[in-house]
């Protein structure tokens, strides 16, 4: 099966079509202003500046980050580290299995086999999502997992103490006597030595969310030795998909998103978190603490070697991975699995203030999520009743073109006006021609023009204006398509997969062909030929250009919603409004070749 490309994961793509779309805007605008440069200005708007995150550091909600605890520091513990107090456990002999065994935990959503060697995760299986192959998902990135460490490992400052932890045979403990647990169910391993004790506990429910204790003591004092997912995730198979990796972690309202270019390897977080983890397009590793209050984490980042296209050549992938806990004793939640937003909205986080009390925040809507959320609400609800998210968006894409139908009706009523003052506003630039741009003379042009604006209700940019508020959508839907796993690997007629590009190109061309007919239906009056140019080549192919590779999902709207407009124009242009328009525009045509 060809592999699954997901565009939004190239590295700029937001920036690049964010870019397009306000250069649409630059275009729309400057053509109509070009053209009445001498109408009044409308006041530009000024937005206010934002502060970057710096590169090589994470910030943090509380404070600034500790410097990571030494050594010798990490070897000895902490008696009086961040984190709930708790009894340490008291130092056993040495307690430990004699050969590695396995453990498989599942329940209706995945299948879990941990390894008694480290107990720790070997397979994460997630069984209602695919591969690139077509075969159940497992969410543990074998490649660097094998360098970096499994899931619920260990991640201690020590590195000698980390091997050891994360090497030892544990002795398991469940309340199953044979070898696969099916939730509810729960899961704990020893292991103890003359210096260490260890013990690790997991819950499993009927959700992807699975309960962590885990309790380390060094010499009878609380180690600092967190939980951890330090490998990144199974569907990362490309660069692209690695680049698309994040540090994420929420304070009440607040959610922050961090590149991974942005975060340095080893560095140590601690403040009060509601959640923290990392994430990648689809798929997210989250630990959400009992007790938030001075949570440590350490950002983990690594390189592994992808296969190029030469058999001979690897190319370097930066992988993400996070430790979190409470020195010594740790009790949290892990939630592995999809950033589906109706698996995430129904996992509770009671710590959070100020904010819906669950893991919604981890689908990121954009900018624009005012829009792009209720948009992929109303997709959802679509497709419950059609059963296929491509047909979903036909008929989304259908009703959103017919609730624009008013703008474009208005649309031809101001290019009709427009049409009807050309007379008197040629005449009244021809009354003050002679004068220069600096003299003050010329304002009284500028007010002339606007009574005679104002007199005959003309709106010099209500032209543009349904091509204006069709952007919000077309940047909803990018964002929608790039976060919204349920359309991942959605099919549609020929297409595979709606979240990525169309394998035939056909839609991008249907798209190009119909914005070029459109442009060529739709009245333009007095535009002079290098605008018209503009409107009705250059920028059908520019569009055509970025929008080549974009998601298939994202070209059938457009595509669509031009094709409507186009069937909207034909019906409009044999209105009287319309017929009058083309008389208009005739009569100055045989004027003008007359001349």
């Known amino acids: 099966m060809p592999e699954y490309k997901n565009p939004q994961n190239e590295p700029g793509m937001d920036r690049n079509l964010l870019f397009v779309f306000l250069l649409m805007a630059v275009v729309i605008f400057g053509s109509q202003l070009l053209f009445k440069k001498n109408a009044p200005q409308p006041p530009s708007t000024a937005h206010p500046s934002q502060q970057p995150i710096q590169p090589g550091a994470a910030s943090t909600p509380a404070s600034s980050a500790p410097a990571a605890p030494s050594l010798a520091a990490a070897a000895q513990g902490s008696k009086t580290g961040a984190g709930k107090k708790s009894a340490p456990v008291p130092r056993q002999i040495t307690r430990q299995a004699s050969s590695e065994s396995q453990i498989v935990v599942e329940n209706d959503l995945y299948k879990i086999t941990f390894t008694n060697r480290g107990a720790q995760a070997k397979s994460w299986v997630l069984k209602k999502f695919a591969d690139d192959q077509g075969k159940p998902l497992d969410l543990v990135n074998s490649a660097a997992a094998a360098k970096y460490g499994y899931p619920l490992s260990l991640w201690t ?165 996070i430790a979190a806990g409470q020195p010594g004793q740790s009790s949290q939640r892990l939630f592995a699995g999809p950033k589906a937003l109706q698996v995430l909205e129904a996992i509770r986080v009671p710590t959070i203030t100020g904010a819906e009390k669950d893991l919604r925040a981890l689908v990121n809507f954009g900018s624009l999520g005012l829009i792009a959320r209720p948009l992929f609400i109303w997709l959802r609800w679509t497709f419950n009743y059609v059963h296929n998210w491509g047909w979903a968006i036909v008929l989304q894409t259908i009703l959103i073109t017919i609730a624009l139908l008013p703008l474009r009706i208005t649309q031809m009523k101001s290019a009709l006006k427009m049409q009807r003052v050309q007379p008197q506003m040629k005449a009244i630039q021809e009354k003050y021609k002679k004068y220069t741009m600096r003299d003050p003379r010329k304002q009284d042009m500028q007010k002339e023009i606007a009574a005679l604006y104002k007199e005959h209700g003309v709106n010099p940019l209500g032209g543009c204006l349904p091509l204006l508020v069709q952007l919000p959508f077309l940047w909803a839907y990018y964002k929608m398509l790039g976060a919204a796993i349920d359309l991942r690997q959605a099919h549609w007629l020929w297409i595979r997969d709606l979240s990525s590009p169309d394998p035939i190109y056909l839609l991008p061309l249907v798209m190009v062909v119909s914005m070029v007919v459109m442009q060529r239906m739709t009245p333009q009056p007095g535009m002079d030929p290098a605008q018209q140019r503009m409107m009705n080549v250059v920028m059908p192919l520019m569009m055509g250009f970025i929008f080549f590779k974009l998601a298939a999902g994202l070209n059938l709207y457009y595509a669509l919603s031009n094709l409507i407009m186009i069937a909207q124009q034909g019906v409009m242009n044999r209105t009287t409004l319309g017929r009058e328009m083309r008389e208009i525009a005739a009569k100055r045509a045989r004027k003008k070749n007359s001349s």
């Open 157 to 321: 400052y020590d590195e000698g103490l980390r091997t050891k932890v994360n090497s030892a045979l544990y002795i398991p403990n469940s309340n199953s006597p044979t070898e696969t647990l099916t939730a509810p169910a729960d899961l704990s391993f020893e292991y103890s030595d003359a210096d260490v004790t260890v013990r690790k506990t997991f819950h499993f429910d009927q959700s992807y969310v699975v309960g962590v204790n885990t309790s380390v003591v060094l010499n009878d004092s609380p180690a600092w030795a967190f939980p951890a997912w330090p490998s990144g995730f199974g569907d990362q198979t490309t660069i692209p998909a690695y680049a698309a990796g994040q540090l994420e972690y929420q304070v009440n309202n607040t959610t922050e998103r961090v590149a991974l270019k942005k975060v340095s390897g080893g560095n140590t977080l601690h403040g009060t978190y509601d959640w923290t983890g990392i994430t990648d397009t689809y798929f997210a590793a989250v630990f959400i603490p009992d007790n938030p209050d001075n949570l440590t984490a350490v950002t983990l980042r690594g390189v592994i070697d992808l296969p190029g296209s030469n058999p001979n050549e690897n190319k370097p992938a930066e992988i993400l991975g």
